[in-house]
């Protein structure tokens, strides 16, 4: 998939908190809007997921306290 514009966040908490879910609704455009989700800081981390369409992620579990996210479009 080729992106024209990106977003990138990582998240941080400290260890002993949760975090809430982060989407209420998900909706993208199939084949041009993606999100990547990974378990640590930056985009070497292990890839948790790739949501696109209404396939919104119910629950992301990171093994630390980050978690990155990148949404292209």
Known sequence: MHSLHSFMLCMCVCVCDLCPPLFDRFQTEVNYDMLEVRDGPSNSSPLIGEYQGT???????????????????
């Open 55 to 73: 396939q919104a992620p119910r629950f992301l579990i990171s093994t630390s306290n980050y978690m990155y996210l990148l949404f292209a479009t």
